[in-house]
C-alpha cells in the first residue's frame, strides 16, 4: 500500500456513499408519493398504474444495492485483494508472449466479472421484470443471449485488445495517439455495422408493410429530410414487454426501427411524433455533438492512462506487483469511475438538454399533443416512475423527469 492507495480508497469511498445517499433518497422519495397520482397526470394516468410503476422502480432500486455491494466488493477483490496480480502472473507464466499473456489476463478478468453478474442479471429477468408482467423471455434464451453477448465480445474485443498493446508496446510514449485513433474508428466501424450485421444476430427486422402508418412515415421523413435504409419491425416483444423506437447506423447504412410492442400501444400519429422525436437527435446534430465529446474525454482518459504507466505507485497502489500495459489498461478502466463520479450530471444535463431539443423538433414537425398522449402511453406501459427523485434525477436520468417534459411540451403546445 502506497499513498495512492489511500487516495483509490478516498475517492471509492465517496463516489460510493454519495451513490448510496442518491439511491436511498430516490427510493424515499418514490415511495413517499407512491399513493397519489401527480396533478399533471391524475387525467391520463390510473393510480394503479403509477403504484405499479413506484413498485418496480423500488424493487430495480433493492436490487441496485445488492449490486452495488458486489460491485464494491469485487473492485476491492480484484485490486488490493491480489486477483489482478494474481491472473496476470498466472498467464505470464503460462504463455511466452507478454502480449498474448496481457490479453488473456485480461479478458479473465472480464470473464470473471460477466459470471459474477449473472444472478443479478436472471434475478432482474425472471423474478423483478417477470413479477411485473414485462419478462417474455424463456431461460433458454436468456443462455443463448448471454452466450452470443460473450462470444461476440470475445471475437470483436480480443483482436482489438490485442492491437492496442501492440500499439502501447510498439510505437512509443505517444502510443495513446494512435490507440485513440484505433479506438475511434472501430467505434465508427461497429455504428455502422451494428444494424446490419450485428442486431440481426440478436433480433428479427422485418420491413414495415405498406398502409396509412408506413405512408406517414414518410412524409416525415420527407419533410425532415431524413433518408435511410428502411423502416423496420423489430420483434422486441419475445424477451420483454418494454417498447421502444429508435434509429441507427451512420452515412448509407441507417435504419428506422421499431418495436413490435410499441407499435401494437400506440396510435399512427403518437408513432409519428415518437418518431419525430428520435429524428430530432439526428437533426440537431447530437450523435455528432455526443460522438465528439465522447472523443475528446477518450482522448483525455488515454492521455492520463499514458502518464500513468509509467508511474510505479499507479500499479503498487492497486495492489499489482509487476508493471504492464495491460495491467495498465486493465486497472485504469476498472478504477476510474471512482475519480469521474462526480462528472455524471455534467453529462446526464447535457443528455437532458438534447431531449428538451429533440421534442422540440418533434412538437413542430408533429403533433405535440400526439408527442405528449404517446409519452404517457410509453411511461405508463414501461412502468417508468412519475416522480423521481430531483437530486437523483440529476446524477443518473439521461432523459428529463416526466412532469418536466410534459409540462415542457404543453408550453410549446400552447404557444402553437
Same mark, same amino acid.
Given at each position: 500500500?502506497n499513498t495512492? =492507495? !489511500?487516495? #483509490?480508497?478516498? %475517492?471509492?469511498?465517496? @463516489?460510493?456513499?454519495v451513490?448510496?445517499? $442518491? /439511491?436511498k ?26 403504484q ?27 485490486t ?6 494474481? =491472473? !496476470?502472473? #498466472?498467464?505470464? %507464466?503460462?504463455?511466452? @508472449? ?5 490479453? $488473456? /489476463? ?11 453478474e ?69 467505434s ?5 455495422l ?25 412524409g ?23 417498447g ?7 452515412g ?6 421499431f ?21 430530432g ?41 509487476q508493471?504492464?500495459?495491460a495491467?495498465a489498461l ?52 414501461n ?34
Amino acid at each position: 500500500m502506497n499513498t495512492f =492507495t !489511500f487516495i #483509490f480508497l478516498i %475517492a471509492l469511498t465517496v @463516489s460510493t456513499s454519495v451513490h448510496y445517499w $442518491l /439511491a436511498k433518497r430516490q427510493g424515499d422519495y418514490v415511495a413517499k408519493h407512491r399513493n397519489a397520482v401527480p396533478d399533471a397526470f391524475k387525467s391520463k394516468v390510473s393510480l394503479e398504474a403509477h403504484q405499479k410503476a413506484a413498485d418496480y422502480t423500488l424493487a430495480k432500486g433493492k436490487l441496485g444495492h445488492i449490486d452495488d455491494i458486489v460491485s464494491l466488493v469485487m473492485l476491492l477483490l480484484l485490486t488490493l485483494g491480489g486477483v489482478i496480480n494474481a =491472473t !496476470f502472473e #498466472f498467464w505470464a %507464466a503460462a504463455v511466452s @508472449s507478454p502480449l498474448w499473456a496481457g490479453v $488473456l /489476463a485480461t479478458a479473465s478478468i472480464f470473464l470473471i466479472l460477466t459470471v459474477v453478474e449473472l444472478p443479478s442479471s436472471y434475478y432482474q429477468t425472471f423474478v423483478i421484470e417477470e413479477k411485473f408482467g414485462f419478462n417474455k423471455s424463456s431461460v433458454n434464451q436468456f443462455i443463448k443471449d448471454h452466450l452470443m453477448q460473450t462470444a461476440l465480445g470475445a471475437v470483436v474485443g480480443l483482436p482489438l485488445l490485442a492491437l492496442i498493446l501492440w500499439v502501447m508496446d510498439s510505437v512509443g510514449s505517444f502510443w495513446w495517439l494512435w490507440a485513440w485513433a484505433i479506438l475511434m474508428g472501430f467505434s465508427l466501424l461497429m455504428s455502422w455495422l451494428y444494424p446490419t450485421v450485428i442486431a440481426p444476430l440478436f433480433n428479427k427486422f422485418t420491413p414495415m408493410e405498406e398502409g396509412s402508418l408506413k405512408s406517414r412515415i414518410q412524409g416525415l421523413l420527407e419533410r425532415c429530410g431524413f433518408s435511410s435504409q428502411g423502416i423496420f419491425i423489430m420483434d422486441g416483444s419475445k424477451r420483454s414487454g418494454h417498447g421502444n423506437a429508435y434509429f441507427t447506423g451512420l452515412g448509407n447504412n441507417k435504419r428506422i426501427v421499431f418495436f413490435d410492442n410499441l407499435v401494437n400501444s400506440l396510435d399512427e400519429e403518437e408513432l409519428e411524433a415518437v418518431l419525430a422525436h428520435e429524428l430530432g437527435h439526428f437533426k440537431r446534430k447530437h450523435v455528432i455533438k455526443m460522438l465528439i465529446a465522447t472523443s475528446i474525454t477518450s482522448l483525455i482518459s488515454l492521455a492520463v492512462l499514458g502518464w500513468l504507466i509509467n508511474q510505479p505507485w499507479f500499479f503498487t497502489g492497486l495492489g499489482v506487483a509487476q508493471p504492464s500495459n495491460a495491467a495498465a489498461l486493465l486497472l485504469f478502466t476498472l478504477v476510474s469511475s471512482s475519480f469521474t463520479f462526480f462528472m455524471q450530471p455534467i453529462t446526464a444535463y447535457f443528455q437532458r438538454k438534447f431531449e428538451f431539443e429533440a421534442d422540440d423538433f418533434a412538437a413542430n414537425n408533429a403533433q405535440a399533443s400526439k408527442m405528449i398522449s404517446g409519452l404517457v402511453k410509453l411511461y405508463e406501459e414501461n412502468a417508468s416512475t412519475l416522480t423521481p427523485d430531483p437530486l437523483y434525477s440529476a446524477f443518473h436520468y439521461s432523459h428529463p423527469p416526466a412532469a418536466v417534459r410534459i409540462a415542457h411540451l404543453e408550453t410549446k403546445l400552447q404557444s402553437a
